[in-house]
Nanobody
Framework: VQLQASGGGLVQTGGSLTLSCVAS????????MGWYRQAPGKESEFIAD???????NYADSVKGRFTISIDNARNTVYLQMKNLKAEDTAVYHC?????????????WGQGTQVTVSS
């Protein structure tokens, strides 16, 4: 299984971006998918996650600005980011909790850079 994240880029303060992450492979079903980010010199930070049933969790820092969604048929999770701030600048990483039968395995994707300029 591979996780491929995309959609990062350079945006001005107040702008929007939508990140996507596709889980490719076979023999699995999605339990949950989510996003983390890591800014230079800082630890990784949880942003949001969503179960296959659509239950969501958000970090307080992004509530009301970011929306996570999932397309189970496409094995894809999205992160819609609005009203971006300079402090949102980071490498955003996709995470997936996948079920192979009864076995639960966690995967990480490569990061996608989000840079918010003032």
């Amino acid at each position: 299984v591979q996780l491929q994240a995309s959609g990062g880029g350079l945006v001005q303060t107040g702008g929007s971006l939508t990140l996507s992450c596709v889980a490719s492979g076979s023999g699995f079903s999605i339990n949950a998918m989510g996003w983390y980010r890591q800014a230079p010199g800082k630890e990784s930070e949880f942003i949001a996650d969503i179960t296959s049933g659509g239950r969501t969790n958000y970090a307080d820092s992004v509530k009301g600005r970011f929306t996570i969604s999932i397309d189970n048929a496409r094995n894809t999770v999205y992160l819609q980011m609005k009203n971006l701030k300079a402090e949102d600048t980071a490498v955003y990483h996709c995470n997936a909790d996948l079920l192979f039968g009864l076995e639960d395995t966690n995967f990480w994707g490569q990061g996608t850079q989000v840079t918010v300029s003032s």
